[in-house]
């Protein structure tokens, strides 16, 4: 059975940290990439890290680029997300997911799997 379980969410102040894991199981987890999502509400789902296994590359968008830092432990078959310095508009689910092949992209379609997202709140 394929599953991505994510955990860490929470709240927290601004300024503050958190870091989030996705645990993979079922899937051959070298051959893809696990991208990190979010959903405020009212709002669309927004793609923010991605991380390729097999080589380690990354990508961070633009909003989050300096402050978060998403990375992997192969052998545990989990992927981090690291969240410094947290803002009031990074309040959302965060989910994680699983893309077939080596690229990121943050077109939702391409992911084959989804976890079922942790809360994250921050307040000023």
């Known amino acids: 059975e394929v599953q991505l379980v994510e955990s860490g969410g929470g709240s927290v102040q601004a300024g503050g940290s958190l870091r989030l894991s996705c645990a993979a199981s079922?899937?051959?987890?070298?051959?893809?990439?696990i991208g990190w999502f979010r959903q405020a509400p009212g709002k669309e789902r927004e793609g923010i890290s991605c991380i390729r296994i097999r080589d380690g590359s990354t990508y961070h968008a633009d909003s989050v680029k300096g402050r978060f830092t998403i990375s992997s432990d192969n052998a545990k078959k989990t992927v981090y997300l690291q969240m410094n310095n947290l803002k009031p508009e990074d309040t959302a689910v965060y989910s994680c997911?699983?893309?077939?092949?080596?690229?990121?992209?943050?077109?939702?379609?391409?992911?084959?799997?989804w976890g079922q997202g942790t809360q994250v709140t921050v307040s000023s």
């Open positions: 997911a699983g893309k077939y092949g080596y690229y990121c992209s943050d077109a939702l379609f391409l992911y084959d799997y």
């Open positions: 079922g899937f051959s987890f070298d051959d893809y990439a």
